[in-house]
C-alpha cells in the first residue's frame, strides 16, 4: 500500500491551544484510540508471544504515535465501526482512526484532521472464475452486494448500483464469508484490504471496474468542535510522520503483521 502526503505545512501548537490540550489531558490522563479492529491492514487483532490478544495496524500505529507525542500512551478500544462516531461523541473514546474518509456527512458530526493515507481505490470481489461476468456497475442489476455498514462502499451499492440488492454488515470477515458462502454475488472493499482477501483466499476474484472516482484520504475523527483540542497535535504528527517516512514504517510493519490477523 502506499501513501499520499498531505498539501500544507502544519505548525507546532502553543498558547491557548497547548493549555487547553493540558487541562484535557489532566482530566482525562490518557487519550482512548477507538477503531473497529476487523479491517487488516488498517486495524485487526493478532496473538502477541505470550498469547495475549492484540490489536494493531497502521492506523493504531499512528494513533500511539499521536498519543506519544502528548507524552502519553493511548488505550486502543474495538468497536462496531457502525457505532464509532456515537460512542465517540458519548465520551467514550477521545478519536478514532479507522480507515474514515470525509464523506460529508460525517464531518457535520465530528472535527477531521488533515489527510494521513489515500488508499487504492475500491475493488468489487467476486466468487473466483465470474469476474468476467461483470464490466460497468449496471451489470449488478438484480445481484445480492455487500459492503461494509456506513461505509462510502456501501453509499456506492446505494447510489451507483441500480437494481443492486445491498447487503450490509458491521463486520469485513462477515462479509467475506458472506461472499465465500454464496450469501452476497459480490462485495466493495477498500483497495488494499480486499488484496488482503484476495492474497489469503484464491477462491476469490476483483472484477476489472475501475473505481479511481471514489478514492478519498483517511483521516483522524475527533468529537465535534474538538473539545480536548486535540487536532493541532494530530494534525502535527501526521505531518512529521509523513515527511520523515515514519508512516512508510507504519505501513510496512501493519502488511507484515497481516498474515497473523485473527479471523473472528
Known amino acids: 500500500i502506499a501513501v499520499e502526503k498531505p498539501v500544507g505545512v502544519v505548525v507546532a501548537f502553543g498558547g491557548q491551544t497547548a493549555i487547553k490540550l493540558t487541562k484535557f489531558l489532566d482530566s482525562r490522563g490518557i487519550p482512548i484510540l477507538g477503531t473497529s479492529a476487523d479491517y487488516p491492514p488498517f486495524e485487526f487483532h493478532i496473538l502477541d508471544e505470550n498469547g495475549e490478544d492484540q490489536i494493531v495496524g497502521l492506523d493504531v500505529a499512528l494513533g500511539r504515535q499521536i498519543a506519544e507525542d502528548m507524552g502519553l500512551e493511548c488505550e486502543v478500544v474495538h468497536m462496531d465501526f457502525d457505532n464509532l462516531f456515537t460512542l465517540m461523541n458519548n465520551g467514550q473514546c477521545d478519536m478514532i482512526i479507522a480507515a474514515l474518509e470525509d464523506d460529508g456527512e460525517r464531518s457535520q458530526n465530528a472535527n477531521c484532521s488533515d489527510g494521513y493515507y489515500s488508499d487504492l481505490?475500491?475493488?468489487?470481489?467476486?466468487?473466483?472464475?465470474?469476474?468476467?461476468?461483470?464490466?460497468?456497475?449496471?451489470?449488478?442489476?438484480?445481484?445480492?452486494?455487500?459492503?461494509?455498514?456506513?461505509?462510502?462502499?456501501?453509499?456506492?451499492?446505494?447510489n451507483d448500483m441500480p437494481g443492486a440488492t445491498p447487503n450490509?454488515?458491521?463486520?469485513?470477515?462477515?462479509?467475506?464469508?458472506?461472499?465465500?458462502?454464496?450469501?452476497?454475488?459480490?462485495?466493495?472493499?477498500?483497495?488494499?484490504?480486499?488484496?488482503?482477501?484476495?492474497?489469503?483466499?484464491?477462491?476469490?476474484?476483483?472484477?476489472?471496474?475501475?473505481?479511481?472516482?471514489?478514492?478519498?484520504?483517511?483521516?483522524?475523527?475527533?468529537?465535534?468542535?474538538?473539545?480536548?483540542?486535540?487536532?493541532?497535535?494530530?494534525?502535527?504528527?501526521?505531518a512529521r510522520v509523513l515527511e520523515d517516512g515514519t508512516m512508510d514504517s507504519f505501513i510496512a510493519e501493519a502488511n507484515e503483521l497481516s498474515d497473523q490477523a485473527l479471523e473472528g
Open 168 to 238: 450490509f454488515m458491521s463486520s469485513v470477515i462477515d462479509l467475506v464469508n458472506a461472499l465465500v458462502y454464496d450469501q452476497v454475488d459480490a462485495l466493495i472493499l477498500d483497495g488494499a484490504v480486499a488484496d488482503q482477501y484476495l492474497e489469503s483466499n484464491p477462491d476469490l476474484a476483483a472484477v476489472d471496474i475501475d473505481l479511481s472516482g471514489y478514492v478519498e484520504p483517511y483521516r483522524v475523527w475527533v468529537p465535534k468542535d474538538d473539545p480536548g483540542n486535540l487536532l493541532p497535535s494530530i494534525n502535527e504528527t501526521i
Open 121 to 158: 481505490p475500491p475493488k468489487i470481489l467476486v466468487k473466483a472464475g465470474n469476474e468476467g461476468n461483470y464490466s460497468s456497475l449496471e451489470d449488478f442489476d438484480g445481484m445480492v452486494v455487500g459492503a461494509q455498514m456506513a461505509t462510502t462502499k456501501a453509499d456506492i451499492v446505494t
